[in-house]
């Protein structure tokens, strides 16, 4: 079956843009969460969803945010946007969140802030 | 406040060798420990958990309740073990983890 899927791969944006970052979990999945990774920082939880209600936010300022459509897909918003926001941003989808199945990666969308 | 910690960066040693990579956590409670890994070029992957008590590629961990621990180890290190690896503790009724900052194994020829 196909995995996680998110779009896009890669993507540069200036300061002050924003930007909406898409991910379609593992047909069935109904809970996805998003991770930043940084160099310095490593991997930092920022949401999770769950039939289209956030369950969990990570320490994110509100210029992070998120949603989870009907269909379980999820996309995250990342307003006026700092150089500091340079990362890789992962997603992670499993069956639910008390299924204590397998949670599956994608391969992340590269966010390059100039 | 949950943490992981992966005190080694890097970790290099020669095919054929014992491999163990370190993890420590924080939590007073029961979490659940995994290792994730990451080859070159790939998507983070599940390697083991430890509710599950097996061995995949000849790695095995052990929850040491005790010394708060979750070290992951191999025997024979092989070169395609070359990766890097993900300590990582979630919370039940959560699709949250928490991760440790990795460590990167090498193993040469």
């Known amino acids: 079956k196909a995995g996680v899927t998110q779009t896009p791969r890669y993507l540069i944006k200036t300061r002050g843009q924003q930007v909406t970052l898409s991910c379609s979990p593992i047909?069935?999945?109904?809970?996805v969460s998003w991770y930043q990774q940084t160099p310095g920082q490593g991997l930092q939880f920022l949401f999770e969803?769950?039939?289209?209600?956030?369950?969990n936010k990570g320490n994110f300022p509100g210029r992070f945010s998120g949603r989870q459509f009907s269909n379980s897909r999820s996309e995250m918003n990342v307003s006026t946007l700092e150089l500091g926001d340079s990362a890789l941003y992962l997603c992670?989808?499993?069956?639910?969140?008390?299924?204590?199945?397998?949670?599956?990666f994608g391969q992340g969308t590269r966010l390059t802030v100039v | 406040a949950q943490r992981v910690t992966q005190p080694e960066k890097l970790l290099s040693v020669f095919k054929g060798a014992p491999v163990e990579l370190k993890c420590n956590y924080s939590?007073?409670?029961?979490?659940?420990l995994f290792w994730y890994v990451q080859y070159s070029r790939q998507r983070l992957q599940l390697l083991l958990r430890?509710?599950s008590r097996e061995s995949i590629k000849g790695f095995t961990a052990d929850l040491n309740k005790g010394e708060t621990s979750f070290h992951l180890k191999k025997p024979f290190a092989q070169e395609e073990d070359s990766a890097m690896y993900y300590c990582?503790?979630?919370?039940?009724?959560?699709?949250?983890?928490?991760f440790g900052s990795g460590t990167k194994l090498n193993v040469k020829p």
């Open positions: 990582a503790l979630s919370l039940y009724n959560f699709n949250k983890f928490y």
């Open positions: 047909s069935g999945h109904r809970s």
């Open positions: 992670a989808s499993s069956l639910s969140p008390v299924s204590r199945t397998e949670a599956f």
């Open positions: 969803y769950f039939s289209e209600t956030q369950r």
């Open positions: 939590y007073s409670g029961s979490p659940e």
């Open positions: 430890h509710i």
